[in-house]
Every structure is written in C-alpha cells, then in structure tokens.
C-alpha cells in the first residue's frame, strides 16, 4: 500500500455491495479518477521554451470519468522551465481549464481549487465534484490547474500496486524504484515536481490570467499547497478554504498508521453504539480482531469477480489486502457503512469475497487517480526526511492494522528518489490575517481534526468546522456548497450561517446487502 496522506477515490465501477447513496470523496486524497480535458492530447516535454510564451485559452470540455457528466471550460498550456533555475533547459506544460462564471457581471477574483494527493490532478478532481461549486460558479471562474507531474502537466506515473510497500522485500522495492526513475528520466528531473514549485507555477498563472488576487480551496494535500502559495504571496490571497488539513508544520506519514487506527476504531465503535447495527453483528470489533488473526496466520485464496467485468480473478487475500480495505474504506462515511457488515461476512461465516472484492474496486481506483512518482517527489523531499522516530516507535508498541511495514517501505524508496527543492519556511509557523475556513471530519483516518485545530492557530480570522462521523474531506457534505459560498462572497467568518452542517450525518451502516435498516 502505497503510504500518500491524501488521496480521493473515484466512483466504482462494479462492487458485490455498494451504498446506493455513494459519491466521490473530496480529497487525497487521496487525493477522483480518470476524468480528462477534451481536447487534451498528451504535451511532450519540449527542450527550451521562449519565457515569454503566452497563456491561451480555447473552448473545450471536461468530462467525468464515466462520460456521466460533461463541464464546458476553456482550457490551455502553460509552458514552464522544469527547474526555475535553469530558464533555458527542459520545459513541461501546465495543463489549465478555466470554468467561467455564470454572470456576466462576476466577480473579479476567481476561485482557483487545489486536488490532494499528492499526485491527483485538479481537472479530474473538479469534474466528479463540480456540483459542490455550483453556488461559486455563479459569480466567480474557477480555475483548475493540474499540478506539476499530475493529469496532463507531464504526469509522473510508475506502474505499482497500491499494496506494494506492504508485500515487498527491500530488494524488490529497490529495484521497482530504479524501474520507475528510469522510465521517467527521458522526460523529467523527479526532483522538481515540489510543493515549493508547484507553488511558484500556480503564481505565474495567476499572473497570466490577470487576477490581481484569487481565492483558494484546497483539498488535503491540496492544504498545504494552498497554505504554502499564502505565506509567499499573502496580498494575493483573499480567501482560503482549507479541506482535510495538513498544518504546515507536519511531516505526515509516520503517525499514519495510528490515525488510520483511530479512524477505525471510531466506526466500529459507533455501529456497536446504534441499535440497527450491534443488533446484526453485536460489537464488530470483534469481526475486525478475529479476521486480522486468522488472514495474519493464513491468507485466503479465492476467485473473485472482476468489479468491471464480472470474469473470476484469483486473489491470495491477505493481512496486506485487509489493511488496503481498513484504510481507504474509512476516508468516507459511505464506504465507512459496509464496514462491519464486509468483516462479519469474514469474521462470522467465513465469507471473504466481499471484503476481496472492495480490496480490488479500492485499489483499482486509487492506483489510477494518483500519479506515484509525483507523489514520490513530495513525500521524499517533504515528509520522510522529517519523521518524528518517536511517532514510528508509538506505532510499533500500539500494533495498528497498518504496522510499520508501509513506512520502512517508504524510507527505502526515498533512499533512491532523488530529493528535490524545498523552501526552508515550508514547515515553519504561519501568520496569516486572510479569512479562513476550515473543515475536518471525526472519523478521518489521514487528516485528523487534530490537524486543523493546530493550522488555526495560523488565522486569527478563521472559523473550524467539525462534522462527527464523518470522513476525509467534506466537500460534497449537504449545504456545504452554501456554507463555502457564503463565506466567499463575504470573505469572512463573521457572520457566516453553518447551523445547516449540524444535521449532516454518515451514511447509515448496511446490515444486510439490501442496505441500512429500514
């Protein structure tokens, strides 16, 4: 299991059980899948680029993943010098989609939306989401860039399984990583795909588009990109919405394992507290304890269907498989309610084919929306070099589902990636007096509410928002496209009405395959 913080999983394709209710996480994520900017051929890298090459927009669209859904943009290249500081060497191309507004008389500071990750491209992450911006749309443009080495701003893209750095020897990681540097390094220097420039290209586009100052979201990764852009650019920020967030100050990845930990002993523990659910599967902690020792003593072999095309795969299921479930089934609230339900399948009839089957659907999705050697660029430069031991040493003695294992992995792979540009401030404090809004979930198992609460120490003009029981990201939370419309507009917190958030609850536990209690 690859070890990014923030990813976003896309839409399913075919799932043994699935809540009739699901939509797209807003995050990674983690960080959505798959959605493409039509026109958008593949932009080779080119040798040299003239600086003073312009921003062109034409009429394009951008479509969902599964052709659900088509969004009208304007859309164009961005040319910039791979390493800012050799002008004249290697350029790549941003890929950009502006959604003009609605109005004819819109505002003149735009929203520019920021995807997680790291490794998910903006343009895929809007278009499964879109609805959620829908009240911002009506007087702002929205404006998408893929970030350096995501979507079509030359991805960086390695062909690894999302549990590779469980199942792998450190000689098979090793030689996967020099696979993968090898394969890119005909058209890119990994080492320049950072948060520090990332946040200079979003800067030269907004310049580019004229804005003399923009309002930002940002979705988990996306925080941090967004809180980065502010401390080097603060007259140009009027507003920050900060989703799932990442304080400044965190080297995340080395706590991972006991958030992932918390995040599911929080869902077990509300299904044991709801009558509908402890009258089906009683405390499913112990469906959880009983499946983790009998897949840790011997893995499953089963045929499972294929989530696309219903054919049997062979499967070896195991601890690997089961914390790929655990962990991605609990950045939503609505793959969160077939939890229990999946476990005492496993647990109590020693039914292990839906659990088999969310482990492929899961990983399927997120192998495809995150690009891993981008995500390797920023973790190795960003966050492996600040682990706290004390934080690895605290997950050995506690024993999370996730271990250790995904960390040593990591560390390993970042011994051979090479270690890009980082600014020294990128995890020093933030003051900022732009108004800000911060949301967090409960039950999110990458981006805890701790994370916010430490990052609003940063903005005396902030509001936190905290949704119980709820997952990573909450962007697509009923009312909340209100909320962040309201506080757009104003810029403030003021007076900004949240009460309808108070009434958002998880999707409801699935206590049979038919779904939740009546």
């Known amino acids: 299991m690859r070890v990014a913080y923030c990813r976003a999983a896309g839409p399913p394709d075919k799932l043994d059980v699935i809540p009739s209710s699901y939509k797209p996480l807003a995050a990674f994520s983690l960080t959505a899948v798959?959605?493409?900017?039509?026109?958008?051929?593949?932009?080779?890298?080119?040798?040299?680029?003239?600086?003073?090459?312009?921003?062109?927009?034409?009429?394009?669209?951008?479509?969902h993943p599964l052709q659900l859904a088509v969004v009208a943009a304007e859309c164009g290249v961005l040319w910039v010098a791979e390493n800012p500081r050799q002008p004249g060497a290697r350029h790549i191309p941003l890929r950009i989609a502006r959604v003009p507004a609605i109005s004819r008389a819109k505002r003149p500071d735009p929203l520019f939306v920021l995807a997680g990750g790291p490794g998910q491209a903006a343009g895929a992450f809007y278009v499964t989401v879109a609805g959620a911006?829908?009240?911002?749309?009506?007087?702002?443009?929205?404006?998408?860039?893929?970030?350096?080495?995501t979507g079509?701003?030359?991805?960086?893209?390695?062909?690894?399984?999302?549990?590779?750095?469980?199942?792998?020897?450190?000689?098979?990681?090793?030689?996967?990583?020099?696979?993968?540097?090898?394969?890119?390094?005909?058209?890119?220097?990994?080492?320049?795909?950072?948060?520090?420039?990332?946040?200079?290209?979003?800067?030269?586009?907004?310049?580019?588009?004229?804005?003399?100052?923009?309002?930002?979201?940002?979705?988990?990764?996306?925080t941090r990109v967004a809180q980065h852009y502010l401390r080097h650019y603060p007259q140009r920020v009027r507003s920050v919405i900060l989703d799932g967030v990442v304080p400044v100050e965190a080297a995340l990845g080395a706590s991972a394992a006991l958030d992932a930990q918390a995040a599911l002993d929080a869902?077990?523990?509300?299904?044991?507290?709801?009558?509908?659910?402890?009258?089906?599967?009683?405390?499913?902690?112990q469906d959880y304890h009983a499946v983790r020792a009998a897949l840790s003593a011997?893995?499953?072999?089963?045929?499972v269907p294929d989530p696309s095309s219903g054919v049997?795969?062979?499967?070896?299921?195991?601890?690997?498989?089961?914390?790929?479930?655990?962990?991605?089934?609990?950045?939503?609230s609505d793959y969160a309610a077939l939890l229990p339900l999946l476990l005492h399948e496993a647990g109590a009839r020693e039914n292990y084919t839906p659990l088999a089957a969310q482990f492929l659907m899961i990983e399927r999705a997120y192998g495809q929306s995150v690009a891993a050697g981008m995500h390797n660029s920023v973790v190795c430069a960003e966050d492996v070099p600040f682990f706290d031991p004390r934080d690895i040493e605290r997950t050995r003695q506690a024993a999370p589902y996730l271990g250790t294992t995904q960390i040593e992995g990591l560390k390993?792979?970042?011994?051979?990636?090479?270690?890009?540009?980082?600014?020294?401030d990128l995890h020093a404090p933030l003051e900022s007096e732009v108004p800000a809004l911060l949301l967090s979930g409960s039950a999110d198992p990458v981006t805890p509410p701790a994370g916010a609460r430490a990052a609003a120490r940063a903005f005396p003009h902030s509001r936190s928002l905290l949704l119980e029981g709820l997952g990573h990201g909450q962007l697509t939370v009923p009312c909340m496209d209100r909320v962040m419309a309201q506080f757009v507009a104003?810029?403030?917190?003021?007076?900004?009405?949240?009460?309808?958030?108070?009434?958002?609850?998880?999707?409801?536990?699935?206590?049979?395959r038919n779904g939740p209690a009546p």
């Open 34 to 63: 798959l959605a493409a900017v039509a026109p958008a051929p593949a932009m080779p890298v080119q040798a040299a680029v003239p600086a003073e090459a312009p921003l062109s927009l034409s009429t394009c669209q951008i479509e």
């Open 133 to 149: 911006f829908a009240r911002i749309l009506r007087e702002r443009d929205i404006v998408l860039i893929d970030q350096r080495g």
């Open 152 to 222: 079509d701003s030359n991805r960086l893209d390695c062909k690894v399984d999302e549990d590779f750095m469980s199942h792998s020897s450190a000689e098979e990681i090793d030689a996967a990583t020099r696979a993968c540097l090898a394969s890119l390094a005909p058209r890119a220097d990994v080492a320049y795909y950072t948060t520090s420039l990332a946040v200079e290209d979003l800067e030269r586009v907004r310049a580019a588009l004229g804005y003399a100052r923009i309002n930002l979201y940002g979705s988990s990764y996306g």
């Open 267 to 285: 869902v077990l523990a509300r299904c044991a507290g709801e009558r509908a659910c402890h009258g089906a599967f009683g405390d499913p902690a």
């Open 298 to 303: 011997r893995a499953i072999r089963l045929n």
């Open 312 to 332: 049997p795969a062979a499967l070896e299921f195991g601890p690997d498989e089961l914390a790929t479930v655990l962990r991605l089934g609990t950045y939503s």
């Open 412 to 424: 390993a792979l970042c011994r051979l990636w090479p270690r890009g540009p980082v600014d020294a």
């Open 490 to 512: 104003e810029a403030s917190v003021e007076q900004l009405d949240a009460s309808c958030t108070r009434n958002a609850r998880p999707l409801p536990f699935f206590i049979s």
